[in-house]
């Protein structure tokens, strides 16, 4: 699944640096995620990084948006192979 930000989030702007992907982007109230861009790290770290990072546990796993480890894993592919 690609990840979502809730509206707990306090837009402290430690998230959006951390993305490999570039999904983090400011909204008008509060940072989001690009579902399409969101690969949850996989091929770049074991674990998200934004949730690693946010201070405020506002960013759960997005159920409009379900994906398999395999699914997350080909997006990831072929978000690197566009940037090369």
């Given at each position: 699944m690609a990840l979502k930000i809730t509206h707990e989030c306090i837009n402290c702007d430690v998230c959006e640096p951390e993305c490999p992907n570039e999904a983090i982007f400011q909204g008008i109230e509060i940072y989001q995620i690009d579902p399409n861009l969101c690969t949850e790290c996989v091929g770049h770290f074991d674990k998200p990084q934004c949730v690693a990072v946010c201070p405020?546990?506002?960013?759960?796993?997005?159920?409009?948006?379900?994906?398999?480890?395999?699914?997350?894993?080909?997006?990831?592919?072929?978000?690197?192979?566009?940037?090369?």
């Amino acid at each position: 699944m690609a990840l979502k930000i809730t509206h707990e989030c306090i837009n402290c702007d430690v998230c959006e640096p951390e993305c490999p992907n570039e999904a983090i982007f400011q909204g008008i109230e509060i940072y989001q995620i690009d579902p399409n861009l969101c690969t949850e790290c996989v091929g770049h770290f074991d674990k998200p990084q934004c949730v690693a990072v946010c201070p405020v546990d506002c960013i759960p796993l997005d159920p409009e948006h379900p994906e398999t480890q395999e699914q997350l894993l080909q997006k990831y592919r072929r978000l690197t192979t566009l940037t090369r």
